[in-house]
């Protein structure tokens, strides 16, 4: 017979994600691993949906989406960061993930490269390899002692790009590490991008999730970009409802018809009793947006000093759900070694950072912890995290 499976499929059979949190679940461990918050998002939100559910908005709403929601983004995005969006330009998808998917899919042709920065979020190299394009992943490595934060080197950037770069895919604020990419930074990409004349994807799925005063800087907002960025984000995250799978992606008219052609055949629609709801609850007033953030900086805190107590070394984290860990100083030599036992050593889950690298090297010691949980669930797993060095030893 057969291989049953493509070979651009085979390296992606599973995700880390659904390894460890099965993992947590046969252990009973503390879930640090995939980032999902442990509450449920604003209650007018779920409120809407029930009742949407019941009062029968169940059929297949319009393609592009609901014409409430796309408006309701295109305002988000003005209120926001001052951007004119037109609603038409908005696509809703099905999640971020399905954005990401149909904008590589649409736009990239076989041996087209994708250049992004490793780690990564998982589903990029998968999409990458799914459209039969080609990952230039440029690392993002810890500055020098004094200056912990993610960052990448200018000059091996600017090496990654070429005539073939079809697409620069940005995410911002960064998963797994937390970093928030400056202006500056920013700015060299879209230079880059110009240069070679590549599409930017970027995925902003974090934009209300910004610690210490950091403001979050859209890429199509920069001089020049908009007319070839395409901004995608999610309801998942700045709602904390991350099993519903309601994204969108905006951009300009014929780079979007691209991607709705590829959507259209990937899902064609999804989530209608949602759509309505996520509309009003972009709306919400800044408080919502602000607790949002403040709450998860507290957590990142809690968390973040409970990890350092324990030995790790902790990289400052600016953004998103996640903490990134050093497990060197523990005398340990391999993260993924490391993640499968954390659970039987103190009941707790995380992830390596290898696995979301092209060269796992890059990450080979690094742990990526989630602190979108409840206080008291993440003061437990710092009380568990004490007894980690006594576990080792043992
Ligand atoms: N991009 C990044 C960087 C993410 O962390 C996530 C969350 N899992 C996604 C995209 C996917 O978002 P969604 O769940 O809306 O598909
Ligand atoms: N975005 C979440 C994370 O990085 C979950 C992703 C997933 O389960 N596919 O943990």
């Given amino acids: 017979m057969r291989e049953p499976m493509a070979a651009r499929m085979r390296p992606f059979t599973s995700t880390i994600f659904a390894e ?25 939100l779920l409120a809407d949906v029930a009742a949407n559910v019941t009062g029968g908005v169940n059929q297949y709403p319009p393609g592009p989406g609901i014409p409430e929601l796309r408006t309701a983004v295109a305002e988000h995005q003005r209120r926001f960061y001052g951007q004119e969006v037109d609603p038409e330009r908005v696509l809703i998808t099905t999640g971020a993930t399905e954005a990401i998917a149909s904008a590589i899919l649409a736009l990239c042709e ?14 990029y190299a998968a999409t990458i390899a799914l459209a039969g394009a080609t ?20 000059d091996e950037l600017c090496a990654a790009f070429s005539a073939r770069t079809r ?13 928030v990419l400056d202006r500056e930074q920013l700015t060299l990409i879209g230079q880059l991008a110009v240069e070679s004349d590549a599409v930017i994807v970027a995925d902003e799925v ?15 907002t920069l001089p020049g970009l908009a007319d070839r960025t395409l901004t995608i984000s999610s309801a ?14 905006h951009g300009p ?17 999804s989530g209608a009793p949602f759509q309505p709801a996520i509309a009003n609850a972009l709306a919400l007033p800044d408080s919502f947006y602000d ?52 659970p039987d050593l103190v009941g707790v889950a995380a992830v390596p950072v290898s696995v979301f690298c092209a060269d796992p090297d890059l990450g080979r010691t690094l742990v990526r912890f989630a602190f979108c949980k409840r206080d008291e669930v993440l003061a437990e797993a710092v009380a568990r995290l004490a007894n980690l060095r006594k576990a080792l030893a043992a």
């Fill in 167 to 179: 697409v620069v895919l940005v995410n911002t604020p960064h998963n797994p590490t937390g970093t």
């Fill in 206 to 220: 974090y934009e209300h999730m910004l610690y210490d005063g950091r403001e979050h800087v859209p890429m199509a």
């Fill in 253 to 269: 008219a014929e780079l979007l018809a691209s991607v709705r052609a590829a959507k259209q055949f990937l899902t064609y629609v």
């Fill in 236 to 249: 998942g995250k700045t709602f904390s409802v991350t099993g519903w799978k309601v994204g969108w992606v």
């Fill in 20 to 44: 460890m949190s099965a993992l947590a679940l046969r252990t009973g461990a503390i879930n640090l691993g995939q980032g999902f918050p442990d509450t449920d998002g604003p209650p007018s």
């Fill in 135 to 154: 990952l230039r992943a440029v690392p993002l490595r810890p500055g020098p002692s004094g200056s912990p934060t993610f960052a990448f080197d200018p």
């Fill in 291 to 342: 607790d949002l953030a403040s709450g998860l900086q507290g957590k990142r805190d809690l968390l973040s000093a409970g990890l350092r107590a324990a030995g790790l070394t902790v990289y400052p984290s600016s953004g998103t759900y996640f903490v990134v860990t050093d497990v060197a100083p523990l005398g340990v030599a391999d993260g993924v070694e490391f993640c499968w036992r954390l």
């Fill in 110 to 123: 076989p041996g087209d490269e994708v250049v992004t920065f490793q780690p990564y979020y998982d589903s």
